[in-house]
């Protein structure tokens, strides 16, 4: 697609359920990224994918968060046995890998997670 | 670890008015700079960012931004705002040359409104 897309667009959810939130980033872009931005903050970092593998997942807050990408596009965000504090809104980017040089990250529309 | 401080919070200023939004960074390496701008009900947009040479970086739609390696700053100016600059201003960093990481590091945003 022309931009990162992100799915679904809002979700509520139960405390203690699982949820899992979707990211389709730009075709070809071989790194992908989490974020989770809280109210009236910026985005913080969660993990960084280059291709299939998780290169950076030193911002998952603790073992309830886990993220896939099996085939090196798309990608899973999975919260397991969500807490009211983990509403936020979920943004996804995705980049391409110029060397080690400055890469712009193109930025999805994010998933508004709501937990009761 | 890289961190990044936004002093302003909340501007106002009135259309024709010059804006200066300041962005402070923690790291005394080799950094990364970015501004992301978040139009209302859109998502991030990369703004303007600066990797290396001319430390006065022009971006899209009139704003610039000056690298001052000496004070640590990156601040983003605009001689004369329009209403349609009314969103939320982000400045971010990266270091991926001298840590490895390319995980942004934002800060907590400033909003800006234009009066007509």
């Known amino acids: 697609g022309a931009g990162v897309s992100q799915t679904p667009s809002n979700k509520v959810t139960e405390k203690g359920k699982y949820v899992e939130l979707r990211c389709d980033p730009i075709s070809g872009h071989t790194a992908l990224y989490w974020y989770r931005q809280s109210l009236g903050q910026g985005p913080e970092f969660l993990i960084y994918?280059?291709?299939?593998?998780?290169?950076?997942d030193s911002g998952l807050p603790n073992d309830r968060f886990f993220a896939v990408r099996p085939e090196g596009s798309v990608s899973t965000l999975k919260i397991q046995r969500t807490e009211r504090g983990d509403s936020a809104v979920y943004l996804c980017?995705?980049?391409?890998?110029?060397?080690?040089?400055?890469?712009?990250?193109?930025f999805g529309p994010g998933t508004r997670l709501t937990v009761l | 670890a890289q961190s990044v401080s936004q002093h302003n919070h909340h501007v106002i200023l009135s259309e024709a008015a010059s804006l200066e939004l300041g962005c402070n960074y923690s790291y005394g390496g080799t950094v990364n700079l970015f501004w992301y701008v978040q139009y209302p009900g859109q998502h991030l947009q990369l703004l303007l960012k600066y990797f290396s040479g001319d430390p006065l970086v022009k971006g899209i739609k009139g704003f610039e931004a000056e690298f001052i390696k000496s004070k640590f700053s990156f601040n983003l100016r605009k001689p004369s705002v329009q209403w349609s600059d009314t969103a939320e201003y982000f400045c971010?960093?990266?270091?991926?040359?001298?840590?490895?990481?390319?995980?942004?590091?934002f800060g907590s945003g400033t909003r800006l409104q234009v009066q007509p």
């Open positions: 980017a995705s980049s391409s890998i110029p060397g080690q040089g400055p890469n712009e990250q193109f």
């Open positions: 971010a960093v990266n270091a991926p040359m001298d840590t490895g990481r390319r995980a942004l590091t």
């Open positions: 994918f280059q291709g299939t593998g998780a290169a950076d």
